[in-house]
């Protein structure tokens, strides 16, 4: 229901409060006295049907530029991708080698490989290509294969129950560091 409001003054001022106006200022523009306008603007300001226009009018100015505030993310998103492509392309591109004269060797050299490799892990990075990864080390229990850290587990349950097993292992741990 965004319909104006039938008394042309009142919608006048919403239309001024939505755009930020002050109450006051906006109530005296939109054709009243200014005696007394603060107090009359704040009056107004309180009728139910001129609160719900003020707020239907902010919700469709504050709409479009939410709108393009999005589009334009995009636009830089997609701008910055295109340019980033363009830098691997050229950074890739090989060209002649040259002797001092200008004559080419025969042998053919990449442009410029490091912009062309720091272009590609942005680009990766961006479309999720890479996932960080973390080497979680143990300690002594390191060195050991699949087998031994089973037959090491059998034996801590043989002891008499993980929780014993456990409690003796650390005590013998504890022990072997001093």
């Known amino acids: 229901m965004n ?3 039938k008394n042309a003054k009142h919608e006048h001022f919403a239309q001024l ?3 930020g106006e002050k109450a006051s200022r906006a109530y005296v ?8 306008a603060e107090q009359s ?19 469709a100015i504050e709409q479009p530029s939410r709108e393009r505030a999005i589009e334009k993310a995009a636009v830089d998103k997609a701008w910055v991708l295109h340019n980033l492509t363009k830098i691997v392309q050229m950074g890739m591109a090989v060209e002649p080698v ?11 050299k990449a442009a410029n490989l490091p912009a062309a490799n720091k272009a590609l892990e942005l680009v990766g990075k961006e479309l999720g290509m890479f996932i960080d990864r973390k080497e979680i080390r143990t300690g002594e229990l ?14 801590i349950n ?16 504890g022990r072997a560091t001093h």
Do not use: M, W
């Open 142 to 155: 390191d060195g050991l294969g699949h087998d031994e850290l089973k037959q090491l587990r059998d034996a």
């Open 158 to 173: 043989t002891l008499g129950g993980a929780g014993q097993a456990a409690g003796a292992f650390s005590a013998g741990e």
């Open 17 to 19: 409060v939505a755009k």
């Open 29 to 36: 523009t939109a054709g009243y006295s200014k005696a007394g």
């Open 98 to 108: 040259r002797d001092e004269e200008g004559n080419e060797l025969g042998e053919l």
């Open 41 to 59: 603007a704040n009056r107004l300001l309180k009728n139910a049907d001129v609160c719900e226009r003020i707020a239907q009018l902010r919700a």
């Open 3 to 5: 319909t104006p409001l």
